[in-house]
């Protein structure tokens, strides 16, 4: 039986309640977008012209802000400038012009590695798990299903604030403080319950006959799940990876508690990039749009299994 | 010998039985149909042959070998469900080979193209093997479905309803052809439906089930002639077979413990005026199919559905005068019992 139910409205949209739609979108994406573009402004934008009020607009482009985020710099006398050798490079050149020299690479490099290697590693374990547990939720008559499943949901239920303590004290006693692997523990758990029930509602739509044929021509249950059920669940894995990501990339909370140096995240490091005299925020501001790199590309890249793994309970094939 | 025997199968899911006490044997080269109501147990004894259920009691035998406990890979056996046959990330092609490429069976990718282009010709899907599998009609989906079946040689294939998704031409032109492609080849089927048309036309024996139990194994005439009871006899014939209680017919060759009368189409002969020998009826409703007109009858509270040729001009409010030619007795556990020889032909 070929089931096609789609949704669509009883009446066309007129021309001119498409042009109020196309205008409230339009309106919503330029709120939305306009606290991103002044960010990466502000990024090419100099200190001084930063904090400028009224904000300016139309300013000089500069690098300052990228060149100060990947450096440490101190202040010299005139007179100590003096007696160095010539700067070598652009960015040498730019900083001296400031009276300073480069002291040394600043961490946003080895910061932004570990945010890259604690975000995905996590979201590869939670969409691993949230994988396998799903489909034994899904296929399996799991003693207590339902109280197991309610269980994995309860686990995010309460802030992270109120467990943060103990997590802590966890952590502590457990040697994982200020450790990747201790990171990528803790946002794989976190991660799992949102994956275990993304993953077991996609897991529920795929038809069983499809791995049973695969058992019945001779594969092991095993192997079905890897040539069959796996192939289909794409779109799930797509989407609910995205979603893992964006939480282990963003998170804040415990990376400030758990984190100081080793293993120390993105969003822990941004807002204390001190310049002379307080915050540097075009440095900030250029680490910000740096930070948002990796979740844009991601989220592309994947964008057509998530558009259609959003879409997948309401649409059947 | 038998390739698959079912040995005093049961299976229940919680509390309900799907199949009690079933025992059912599948000669070699046999085309076997199991027919009843959804939720009679056909399927599940399919999916208790093929590994996908375990029984609760009893053996399953495939090759005289006891399968029981073994997982569905190890038993050789081939599947066709009634829907979602198909892999949809694979085109035709990978659908086809897929069984001969699992670990149980691999084979030579020669061999497999070889096979495949065989089978694709038998089902007239060869011009499609380079097509993913959705991009195919329902019933070159469900051609392929078969054709996964067929490019193995399994001890006995087990095809769960292939036909019912499909409509009524396909459907009929499909069971031609599989009747065709079992002949030829020789296979044995286990087929299950709850189309007795599909049942009466391919099968060499069809076992009725109804609530988990096998209640009659037999040949089609069998079956249609001398069903065991009335619930077998009530599934086969269209319009289906009318049950009359016996007093309403009095006399002929009515044996004495028969409560119940069941009347087919070709047992009732209608004469067309109210002063025949038998009893009298009064035409409720005339039915149209175009060949032949459905007539449904009155006979004192009763009714009755029989056939009439078209160009027999009755209509609502006539009356007629019915006479019976060997009719099916029932006694009062709906049980057959045979007519009195001496009293034959009223």
């Given at each position: 039986?070929?089931?096609?139910?789609?949704?669509?409205?009883?009446?066309?949209?007129?021309?001119?309640?498409?042009?109020?739609?196309?205008?409230?979108?339009?309106?919503?994406?330029?709120?939305?977008?306009?606290?991103?573009?002044?960010?990466?402004?502000t990024?090419?934008?100099?200190?001084p012209?930063?904090?400028?009020?009224?904000?300016?607009?139309?300013?000089?482009?500069?690098?300052?802000?990228?060149?100060?985020?990947?450096?440490?710099?101190?202040?010299?006398?005139?007179?100590?400038?003096?007696?160095?050798?010539?700067?070598?490079?652009?960015?040498?050149?730019?900083?001296?012009?400031?009276n300073?020299?480069?002291?040394?690479?600043?961490?946003?490099?080895?910061?932004?590695?570990?945010?890259?290697?604690?975000?995905?590693?996590?979201?590869?374990?939670?969409?691993?798990?949230?994988?396998?547990?799903?489909?034994?939720?899904?296929?399996?008559?799991?003693?207590?299903?339902?109280?197991?499943?309610?269980?994995?949901?309860?686990?995010?239920?309460?802030?992270p604030?109120?467990?943060?303590?103990?997590?802590?004290?966890?952590?502590?006693?457990?040697?994982?403080?200020?450790?990747?692997?201790?990171?990528?523990?803790?946002?794989?758990?976190?991660n799992?319950?949102?994956?275990?029930?993304?993953?077991?509602?996609?897991?529920?739509?795929?038809?069983?006959?499809?791995?049973?044929?695969?058992?019945?021509?001779?594969?092991?249950?095993?192997?079905?799940?890897?040539?069959?059920?796996?192939?289909?669940?794409?779109?799930?894995?797509?989407?609910?990876?995205?979603?893992?990501l964006?939480?282990?990339?963003?998170?804040?909370?415990?990376?400030v508690?758990?984190?100081?140096?080793?293993?120390?995240?993105m969003?822990?490091?941004?807002?204390?990039?001190?310049?002379?005299?307080?915050?540097?925020?075009?440095?900030?501001?250029?680490?910000?749009?740096?930070f948002?790199?990796?979740?844009l590309?991601?989220?592309?890249?994947?964008r057509?299994?998530?558009?259609?793994?959003?879409t997948?309970?309401?649409?059947?094939? | 010998?038998?390739?698959?025997?079912l040995?005093?199968?049961?299976?229940?899911f919680?509390?309900?039985?799907?199949v009690?006490n079933?025992?059912?044997?599948?000669?070699?080269g046999?085309?076997?149909?199991?027919?009843?109501?959804?939720?009679?147990?056909?399927?599940?004894?399919?999916?208790?042959?093929?590994?996908?259920?375990?029984?609760?009691?009893?053996?399953?035998?495939?090759?005289?070998?006891?399968?029981?406990?073994?997982?569905?890979?190890?038993?050789?056996?081939?599947?066709?469900?009634?829907?979602?046959s198909?892999?949809?990330?694979?085109?035709?092609?990978?659908?086809?080979?897929?069984?001969?490429?699992?670990?149980?069976?691999?084979?030579?990718?020669?061999?497999?193209?070889?096979?495949?282009?065989?089978?694709?010709?038998?089902?007239?899907?060869?011009?499609?093997?380079?097509?993913?599998?959705?991009?195919?009609?329902?019933g070159?989906?469900?051609?392929?479905?078969?054709?996964?079946?067929?490019?193995?040689?399994?001890?006995v294939?087990?095809?769960?309803?292939?036909l019912?998704?499909?409509?009524?031409?396909?459907r009929?032109?499909?069971?031609?052809e599989?009747?065709?492609?079992?002949?030829?080849?020789?296979?044995?089927?286990?087929?299950?439906?709850?189309?007795?048309?599909?049942?009466?036309?391919?099968?060499?024996?069809?076992?009725?089930?109804?609530?988990?139990?096998?209640?009659?194994?037999?040949t089609?005439?069998?079956?249609?002639?001398?069903?065991d009871?009335?619930?077998?006899?009530?599934?086969?014939?269209?319009?289906?077979?009318?049950?009359?209680?016996?007093?309403?017919?009095?006399?002929?060759?009515?044996?004495?413990?028969?409560?119940?009368?069941?009347?087919?189409?070709?047992?009732?002969?209608?004469?067309?005026?109210a002063?025949?020998?038998?009893?009298?009826?009064?035409?409720?409703?005339?039915?149209?199919?175009?060949?032949q007109?459905?007539?449904?009858?009155?006979?004192?509270?009763?009714?009755?559905?029989?056939?009439?040729?078209p160009?027999?001009?009755?209509?609502?409010?006539?009356?007629?005068s019915?006479a019976?030619?060997?009719?099916?007795?029932?006694?009062?556990?709906?049980?057959?019992?045979?007519?009195?020889?001496?009293?034959?032909?009223?």
């Amino acid at each position: 039986m070929n089931l096609s139910v789609t949704a669509h409205s009883v009446a066309e949209p007129t021309a001119r309640s498409k042009r109020i739609a196309s205008f409230v979108v339009v309106i919503y994406a330029l709120v939305t977008i306009l606290p991103l573009v002044w960010i990466f402004l502000t990024g090419f934008k100099t200190p001084p012209d930063s904090i400028a009020y009224p904000p300016k607009i139309l300013f000089e482009p500069s690098v300052e802000g990228y060149v100060n985020l990947f450096t440490t710099r101190s202040r010299q006398t005139p007179e100590f400038l003096e007696s160095l050798p010539p700067p070598q490079t652009w960015y040498e050149r730019l900083v001296r012009s400031r009276n300073m020299v480069i002291g040394g690479p600043s961490k946003v490099v080895p910061r932004f590695a570990n945010s890259m290697i604690i975000a995905f590693g996590s979201t590869f374990l939670a969409v691993c798990f949230g994988t396998i547990a799903a489909y034994a939720f899904s296929r399996f008559r799991v003693p207590l299903a339902d109280d197991l499943l309610f269980f994995i949901l309860s686990t995010r239920m309460m802030p992270p604030i109120a467990v943060a303590v103990p997590i802590y004290l966890m952590f502590r006693n457990l040697g994982l403080t200020d450790t990747k692997l201790g990171m990528i523990l803790l946002y794989t758990a976190v991660n799992v319950s949102l994956a275990v029930w993304l993953l077991k509602g996609f897991m529920d739509e795929i038809p069983r006959e499809y791995e049973e044929a695969a058992m019945v021509d001779g594969y092991s249950r095993l192997r079905a799940f890897f040539k069959v059920v796996l192939p289909q669940a794409t779109t799930g894995i797509a989407a609910t990876a995205i979603f893992c990501l964006i939480f282990a990339w963003n998170e804040y909370a415990f990376a400030v508690l758990l984190t100081s140096g080793e293993a120390q995240t993105m969003p822990p490091f941004i807002p204390f990039i001190i310049g002379e005299g307080g915050q540097d925020w075009p440095a900030v501001a250029a680490a910000t749009t740096l930070f948002f790199i990796p979740i844009l590309l991601f989220t592309i890249l994947l964008r057509r299994h998530l558009l259609r793994g959003i879409t997948f309970g309401a649409v059947r094939k | 010998m038998a390739e698959v025997a079912l040995v005093d199968v049961s299976k229940s899911f919680g509390a309900v039985d799907a199949v009690r006490n079933l025992s059912l044997s599948i000669a070699n080269g046999e085309f076997v149909v199991l027919l009843g109501p959804t939720g009679a147990g056909k399927t599940t004894t399919l999916r208790l042959i093929a590994g996908l259920e375990r029984p609760d009691r009893g053996n399953v035998l495939i090759q005289g070998r006891i399968v029981t406990e073994a997982v569905p890979a190890e038993r050789d056996v081939a599947f066709v469900f009634q829907q979602y046959s198909l892999y949809p990330h694979l085109t035709v092609y990978d659908n086809l080979a897929f069984p001969l490429r699992s670990p149980a069976r691999r084979m030579d990718e020669q061999l497999v193209r070889r096979r495949i282009h065989q089978v694709a010709e038998l089902l007239h899907v060869e011009q499609k093997l380079g097509n993913r599998a959705t991009a195919l009609s329902g019933g070159e989906m469900q051609r392929v479905a078969i054709g996964r079946a067929l490019v193995r040689e399994p001890a006995v294939y087990l095809m769960d309803e292939p036909l019912s998704s499909l409509d009524a031409k396909l459907r009929a032109e499909l069971r031609l052809e599989l009747k065709r492609i079992q002949r030829e080849l020789g296979t044995t089927i286990l087929y299950v439906t709850h189309d007795q048309i599909e049942a009466m036309t391919m099968a060499d024996r069809i076992g009725v089930m109804n609530e988990g139990v096998l209640i009659q194994l037999g040949t089609p005439r069998e079956i249609y002639e001398r069903p065991d009871n009335a619930y077998v006899a009530s599934r086969l014939g269209a319009p289906a077979i009318n049950l009359v209680p016996a007093e309403l017919l009095a006399g002929g060759a009515m044996p004495p413990n028969a409560r119940t009368v069941g009347l087919r189409t070709e047992h009732i002969r209608m004469i067309c005026s109210a002063d025949g020998p038998g009893p009298v009826a009064q035409v409720h409703w005339v039915e149209h199919l175009g060949d032949q007109n459905h007539v449904h009858l009155k006979i004192a509270s009763h009714s009755l559905v029989t056939l009439a040729d078209p160009a027999q001009q009755l209509k609502a409010g006539d009356r007629v005068s019915l006479a019976f030619d060997d009719p099916l007795y029932f006694d009062q556990a709906g049980n057959r019992v045979a007519a009195n020889e001496s009293g034959r032909q009223a």
